[in-house]
């Protein structure tokens, strides 16, 4: 993905002075990437740097910044990462502006008679597709015979949510190309969950299925580390090639204050960064684009009906194989709108490290109107069905499509850490990192870019349009 930095207005400058990287290799994939470093002239000159200093390159083109930076000195003079009226909250702490009941529960599908395996000849191949808060487990395949009970004693879901929600669909598996076929669908529902065995017949009545749901624990309140869980987007990939895959580290924290486009004196932000080791070209494959990538996910949700959030936003930035959005999306109720272009503004306390404003491109999806794009999250609050749909980690609404050849599923098997102020100073620290690397010449994309990516995004006020900022 391509995210702007202030290494970007170095490049400019560097460009137009002759200068070059030097085409040292410290890796296997340094190695690989040699022949396209071109190395240019060695003169000296001064370099105008966006952190209010100058940077001077002797003949050997010397990259390392760090003593220029500042960073440090910046960081310090923030003693808080929140915009104004805005209050973060990481862990335990309880956000205030939710008054709910949270129960810890085990959902156990126990057993299942089949009254019509839908085989003319012998016994049904049976299989349950199971979804519990819109988590989704699909069972083995045990030969039944009309009339008899299946011991299954499957533990389908635990977790802490505010409603349940159980849906089981029974199935006969039949060889290719026949579809399978379906013995029917027994739903369950509470808002209120209590210690209780449940059976029913499927919709179509050929199967009968006794469930088994324990309350094991109960809490008053939410906390950020519960909403940010229990609202976490359900992960499909498509693997366009190896390099297409899950986070090595997500975080997340909520944000309460106020959202002038939606007209609340109080909402909800649960802001989501999601990190990846580096990032590889797609293709030749494994050949290492830059070290350390991000991408952010937001939800909001208005206090007074928690169910529903009322906008999700991310950067949809595919470069080939979404047409759809191409930069923000903007999923909320309303009219869509084709990609427009808006300009986006820096928190004032984050220009020394990502600027001052940038034009970025966004696109409103109208949510109401939309199909598979959304399901229920493990609280209870509804998420969205995400797929990382290339080796960029581009975002893009799930679940897979057409396209989507070979694809994934991570669903919600992955663990959220603190977003807080220890770990945001850590992130924007990284400037050192990418300035003592500096950047290397693409030469078949015609442009220098840096081998570790910064931390750009602005994450101080989710609430200001449009939302997700990238400096």
């Known amino acids: 993905m391509k995210k702007r930095s202030s290494l970007f207005l170095i490049t400019i400058l560097v460009l137009s002075l002759g200068f070059g990287l030097n085409a040292t290799a410290k ?55 929140t915009g104004p009226g805005i209050t973060a909250y990481s862990g335990d702490d309880l ?21 019509d395996d839908h085989d003319t000849i012998g016994a049904g191949e ?3 597709n199971v979804t519990i808060n819109g988590n989704f487990t699909e069972t083995a395949r045990t030969d039944v015979n009309n009339g008899e009970t299946l011991d299954v004693n499957l533990t389908a879901f635990t977790a802490w949510c505010l409603t349940l929600d159980i849906s089981v669909e029974v199935w006969d598996d039949d060889t290719f190309p026949d579809p399978d076929d379906a013995l029917g669908l027994y739903h369950f529902q509470t808002t ?4 209780q065995n449940i059976s029913g017949l499927t919709d179509i009545g050929d199967a009968k299925v006794w469930l088994e749901i324990e309350v094991l624990d109960s809490e008053s309140g939410v906390t950020a580390e519960f909403l940010a869980d229990g609202c976490k987007p359900y992960f499909y990939f498509s693997d366009e090639t190896t390099a297409t895959e899950e986070a090595n580290e997500t975080y997340a924290r909520v944000l309460v204050g106020p959202d002038p486009d939606e007209g609340l004196a109080t909402a909800i932000c649960i802001q989501y960064i999601f990190t990846w080791d580096k990032e590889n070209f797609p293709i030749p494959i494994n050949i290492q684009f830059h070290e350390d990538d991000y991408e952010e996910f937001l939800i909001f949700i208005d206090p007074a009906d928690i169910m529903n959030p009322y906008r999700y936003v991310f950067d949809d930035g595919s470069y080939m194989s979404n047409a759809r959005s191409q930069r923000i999306a903007i999923w909320e109720d309303g009219v869509a709108t084709g990609i427009l272009e808006t300009t986006a503004y820096i928190s004032d306390e984050l ?11 966004y696109k ?16 209870g609050i509804w998420t969205m069905n995400t797929l990382v749909q290339t080796s ?11 396209l989507d050849i070979t694809t994934s ?21 990284k400037h050192y990192h990418a300035f003592e690397e500096g950047l290397w010449w693409i030469s078949f994309l015609g442009l220098d870019y840096p081998k570790v990516h910064p931390f750009t995004f602005d994450i101080v006020d989710p609430f200001k349009f449009p939302y997700l900022i990238n400096g």
């Open 27 to 81: 890796s296997s994939s340094d190695i690989i990437n040699k022949p396209i470093i071109t190395p240019m002239s060695s003169l000296s000159g001064d370099i105008t740097f966006p952190f209010g200093k100058n940077l001077h390159l002797e003949d050997d083109n010397h990259w390392n910044m760090t003593d220029l930076l500042d960073v440090n000195q910046t960081l310090d003079q923030i003693s808080s990462f």
């Open 95 to 115: 956000v205030p502006a939710i008054s709910a009941d949270r129960y810890l529960v085990n959902v156990t599908l126990i057993n299942a008679t089949i009254y």
């Open 192 to 195: 209120t969950p209590t210690s």
């Open 351 to 361: 220009t020394p490290l990502l600027g001052d404003n940038y034009t970025t491109k």
């Open 364 to 379: 409103r999806f109208n949510a109401s109107a939309t199909t598979d794009e959304f399901r229920m999250g493990l609280s």
């Open 409 to 429: 599923e991570l669903g919600f098997n992955y663990e959220i850490d603190e977003f807080n102020d220890t770990i945001i100073r850590e992130f924007f620290r």
């Open 392 to 402: 960029f980690h581009n975002f893009q609404e799930g679940p897979p499509g057409l």
């Open 126 to 128: 049976i299989y349950f």
